[in-house]
């Protein structure tokens, strides 16, 4: 029914940039909030930055000044602009969409910063 494929990740070096994207299936796009966490072996799912549907933006202290959320409703497509990324090794990038009590999540995107 609703689907999210994210893309976009791959290999960066420290200092480096890196756009994710999040394509959405299916129709109320508009209505969701988009989110994108990250992953890596062996830690906590980590909630990296959300947007909501009227644009109100949230981002993980970690992130702030260096990533930037956005969204495209008329392409049904929300982005992660990642900037100045660390040597922080592998992580997975998630994204999610809520509305209400139903929750929607990619099968996420794999990005490594290497020293």
């Known amino acids: 029914q609703v689907q999210l494929v994210e893309s976009g990740g791959g290999f960066v070096q420290a200092g480096g940039s890196l756009r994710l994207s999040c394509a959405a299936s299916?129709?109320?796009?508009?209505?969701?909030?988009m989110s994108w966490y990250r992953q890596g072996p062996g830690k906590q799912r980590e909630l990296v930055a959300s947007?909501?549907?009227?644009?109100?933006?949230d981002y993980a202290d970690s992130v702030k000044g260096r990533f930037t959320i956005s969204r495209d409703n008329a392409k049904n497509t929300a982005y992660l602009q990642m900037n100045s990324l660390k040597s922080e090794g592998t992580d997975v990038y998630f994204c999610?969409?809520?509305?209400?009590?139903?929750?929607?999540w990619g099968r996420g995107t794999q990005v490594t910063v290497s020293s």
């Open positions: 299916g129709s109320g796009f508009r209505s969701w909030l």
């Open positions: 947007i909501s549907p009227t644009g109100i933006i």
């Open positions: 999610t969409g809520r509305f209400y009590e139903r929750n929607f």
